[in-house]
Structures are given as C-alpha cells and as structure tokens.
C-alpha cells in the first residue's frame, strides 16, 4: 500500500500560482510513476500530467504544457505540481495517484490516490 497526502490548495486568481505537494508513504518502492489528475465540477477526471519515478521524465495533457510544471524529491517522497498562468477553467479538485506498473500507467490506470485538494482560480 502507498498512502499519499496532497496540499497546496486554495483560492487565487486568474493570472496566479500554485503549488501542489503530496507526499507519499508506505510501500514507495513500488511506485513507478506518479501522476496528477483533476476534476471539475461535472465533468469527468481529467488527466493532468506525471512523472516517472526513477529516472525524472515528465509528461503533461495539452491543456496545462507550458504552464505547470511537475518536479520531485526522491528524500522526501513527495511530488510538487507547479502551476503558473492560472485560468478559471483550472478550477477543480486535484489528486495525486501512484501506478506501479509501466503498462498500467501507459493506458492511464494508477494504483494509489490521494484524498485530493481544491484549487480554485477566480476571474
């Protein structure tokens, strides 16, 4: 089992930043990406972006390329969701989920989540 705990969340406006953080426990040996999803309110969960564990590459959804930035800290086994030139449309409930298997990860099918955060960005 890996247990994560996101933070960061809050209220800023358009324009903003955030930081997202969320610490992982447990079995971290066994994770093999980490990722970051979001959902709106009526809408489906959508995917953020992610990043391998060991060797760092990151990956990102269109929406967000070039305005967040994901970034880890093997020590602390925790994971930061920079999020820069933030837009309304931002709006959601964050999670952070663990896979532990590259096949699972690649069809966007993770193990572990998080609780998630709020972040809203206001107009």
């Known amino acids: 089992q890996v247990h994560l705990v996101e933070s960061g969340g809050g209220l800023v406006q358009a324009g903003g930043s955030l930081r997202l953080s969320c610490a992982a426990s447990g079995r971290t040996s066994s994770m093999f990406a980490m990722g970051w999803f979001r959902q709106a309110p009526g809408k489906e969960r959508e995917f953020v972006g992610g990043i391998i564990w060991s060797g760092g590459s990151t990956y990102y959804a269109d929406s967000v390329k070039g305005r967040f930035t994901i970034s880890r800290d093997n020590a602390k086994n925790t994971v930061y969701l920079q999020m820069n030139s933030l837009k309304p449309e931002d709006t959601a409930v964050y999670y952070c989920?663990?896979?532990?298997?590259?096949?699972?990860?690649?069809?966007?099918?993770?193990?572990?989540w998080g609780q998630g955060t709020q972040v809203t960005v206001s107009s």
């Open positions: 989920a663990v896979g532990t298997s590259p096949i699972r990860v690649a069809r966007g099918e993770y193990d572990y």
